[in-house]
Antibody, heavy 117, light 112 residues
């Protein structure tokens, strides 16, 4: 059974940093694109970042470029999102998702990031 | 960026009746590899999104056959043949033809 479990969310002050993690199981992690998608309270879905199976290429939405870094450790079946320079508008539930056939086929339960003083 | 526009934004439906959601993209979603990367997701209240349909019309594993997808180019449709109570939630279309990946605004399906 495919499972994705996010962790690392919490309350952080504006300008602060946070590292999100996603533990994957039930599939060959190193064979799949992975991504992060966020959802601000009461709002729709917003794609944040994707990473290729071997980690050689990374893609970001413009609003997080230069502040967020996606990475993966295929030996540990783990995906990460390092978030720096956090802003109030980054407040959201962050979902880890597996990419397949041009879609996100499995999603974690999400981890809440709140940026507030 | 490719803009995804869904209509309607809210859809009250009677149980057992059909429902239809449209999604229009600002440019063709046909990739140079020949596939069209348009998918549909369902988000039930308090739950993470769940994949229903990918590449326009392929149902994901475990998705009931009352859900179907169609379309081409820039115009796509998700249809539910007979709405059930468990179908309540928000439905999103998503394009992955190019980065940034973008979603529609979401369509809220509710029971009349």
């Amino acid at each position: 059974e495919v499972q994705l479990v996010e962790s690392g969310g919490g309350l952080v002050q504006p300008g602060g940093s946070l590292r999100l993690s996603c533990a994957a199981s039930g599939f060959t992690f190193g064979s799949y694109w992975m991504g992060w998608v966020r959802q601000a309270p009461g709002k729709g879905l917003e794609w944040v970042a994707n990473i290729k199976p071997d980690g050689s290429e990374k893609f970001y939405v413009d609003s997080v470029k230069g502040r967020f870094t996606i990475s993966r450790d295929n030996a540990k079946d783990s995906l990460s999102l390092d978030m720096n320079g956090l802003r109030a508008e980054d407040t959201a539930i962050y979902y880890c998702a597996r990419g397949h056939e041009g879609a996100f086929d499995y999603w974690g339960q999400g981890t809440l990031v709140t940026v507030s003083s | 960026d490719i803009v995804m526009t869904q209509t309607p934004l809210s859809s009250p439906v009677t149980l057992g009746q059909p429902a239809s959601i449209s999604c229009r993209s600002s440019q063709s979603l046909e990739h140079r590899d020949g596939d069209t990367y348009l998918s549909w997701l369902q988000q039930r209240p308090g739950q993470p999104p769940r994949l229903l349909i990918y590449k326009i019309s392929t149902r994901f594993s475990g998705v009931p056959d009352r859900f179907s997808g169609s379309g081409a180019g820039t115009d796509f449709t998700l249809k539910i043949s007979r709405v059930e109570a468990e179908d309540v939630g928000v439905y999103y279309c998503m394009q992955a033809k190019e980065f940034p990946i973008t979603f529609g605004q979401g369509t809220r399906l509710e029971i009349k």
